[in-house]
Structures are given as structure tokens and as C-alpha cells.
């Protein structure tokens, strides 16, 4: 059972999400044979003033 966690910056429209989620189960299906029912996909939409890179919080 694929368990696949995907984190983003800032937050996603609800088609964006089912598309990211659609195109990550069809990949795994392909790739690695795995049934869609048995592939689990979460998406944690976090705030980008709490995400920092290069030392630096992203706005």
C-alpha cells in the first residue's frame, strides 16, 4: 500500500489537488504496479510564512 505525502507551500485550488493526486496515483500504477485503490495520497497545504529557504522565510 503506497503511502505518498506531499507538502506545499501555500495553498492549492481543489482542481490543482485532484490533478496532483490523479497524476501521482497514475504514476504509481505505472511504475510500480501498484492498484489505485491501495494508493493513499495526502496533501498538507502549509503556510508559505512558514516555510523558509536559504535562511529566509518565503512570503
Known sequence: ????NVR???QLSRDQREQ?????????KRVAGKPESATYVVIDEVPR???AKSGE???
Do not use: H
Not at 496532483?20 to 504509481?28: F, G, Q, S
Open 20 to 28: 496532483i493526486v490523479k497524476e501521482i496515483t497514475d504514476t504509481m
Open 49 to 51: 510564512d512558514q516555510w
Open 8 to 10: 506545499v507551500a501555500g
Open 57 to 59: 522565510l518565503l512570503e
Open 1 to 4: 500500500m503506497p503511502y505518498i
